[in-house]
């Protein structure tokens, strides 16, 4: 089981108990403003994207990890590596990504998880190249990648969405 910690997160596969808590963050408006369409999503729609997430830990050895808070056990939201298949242009590619419940924005929770992560995925799974996609105007998300050391790449617009997007990149050093 693939699990990574830091001072104050525990990075880990989903549980079931994960379901209820996962659902309440994608259901509001406000942290669901800067992804894909911008809709929320119900506890069904929830429990299909965490059985992916699980899928693409098992098909593919990276995937998305729950984000608890150690000291409190809370499941703070997402943060992991997933093929951005909805951005076919930029295919084959591996993205980081990061979604967290308003209660743990501003505390530098999702930076913590993303560098936690993008170690994994460039020294643990030996990706030599990460992508960060983030909607144009989610400045909080492009903050984040920059700390990564993550450089801006392209802008273009999200086929499925119509958004525009930023695509940042930072690859591995040999």
Same mark, same amino acid.
Do not use: C, N, Y
């Given at each position: 089981m693939t699990s990574l910690r830091t001072p104050r997160l525990t990075l880990?596969?989903?549980?079931? +108990?994960? %379901? #209820?808590?996962?659902?309440?963050i994608n259901a509001d408006p406000e942290v669901m403003r800067w992804i894909a369409d911008g809709s929320v999503r119900?506890? #069904?729609?929830?429990?299909? #994207?965490i059985a992916e997430w699980e899928r693409e830990w098992e098909e593919r050895g990276v995937g998305l990890f729950a984000v608890e808070v150690r000291e409190t056990g809370e499941l703070a939201g997402f943060a992991g590596l997933s093929v951005p298949s909805y951005l076919p242009e930029i295919l084959p590619a591996v993205e980081i990504g990061w979604r967290l419940g308003?209660?743990?924005?501003g505390r530098g929770i999702a930076t913590e998880?993303?560098? @936690?992560? !993008?170690?994994?995925? %460039?020294? +643990?799974? #030996? !990706?030599a190249?990460?992508?960060g996609v983030h909607q144009i105007g989610n400045d909080d998300s492009? =903050?984040?990648?920059? =700390?990564?050391?993550?450089?801006?790449?392209?802008?273009?617009? +999200?086929?499925? @969405?119509?958004r525009p997007v930023c695509v940042h990149v930072i690859e591995a050093r040999s």
């Open positions: 880990r596969r989903w549980r079931e +108990d994960d %379901l #209820g808590p996962m659902a309440a119900g506890r #069904g729609e929830t429990a299909a #994207g308003r209660p743990f924005w998880a993303a560098r @936690s992560v !993008l170690h994994f995925a %460039l020294r +643990d799974r #030996g !990706l190249r990460v992508v492009e =903050k984040i990648m920059r =700390k990564l050391g993550m450089r801006r790449e392209r802008e273009t617009t +999200d086929p499925q @969405s119509a």
